[in-house]
């Protein structure tokens, strides 16, 4: 896959999500549970995969949350 999207926050859905990246792939995790995903920067870096983190789109609290009030 060129990309993958994970909200479950479980780390072996992570994990599995970027092992199935294709040469130069991203993944993008908006959601954290519990564990910590165990995923092979050997594999990233070979690769040319990446991982983003998403944190409420990745806005800027500040101004976002006022908004939605």
């Known amino acids: 896959a060129d990309y993958a999207l994970?909200?479950?926050?479980?780390?072996?859905?992570?994990?599995d999500a970027v092992s199935a990246l294709a040469v130069g792939g991203a993944a993008?995790?908006?959601g954290?549970?519990?564990g910590v995903?165990?995923?092979?920067?050997r594999?990233?870096?070979?690769r040319g995969k990446s991982v983003h983190g998403c944190l409420e789109?990745?806005?800027?609290?500040a101004?976002?949350?006022p908004q939605l009030l």
């Open 6 to 15: 994970d909200t479950t926050g479980r780390p072996a859905v992570l994990a």
């Open 28 to 30: 993008v995790a908006v």
């Open 32 to 34: 954290l549970g519990a």
């Open 37 to 41: 995903p165990q995923i092979d920067l």
């Open 43 to 46: 594999d990233l870096v070979m």
């Open 57 to 61: 789109g990745d806005s800027v609290p």
């Open 63 to 65: 101004v976002f949350i």
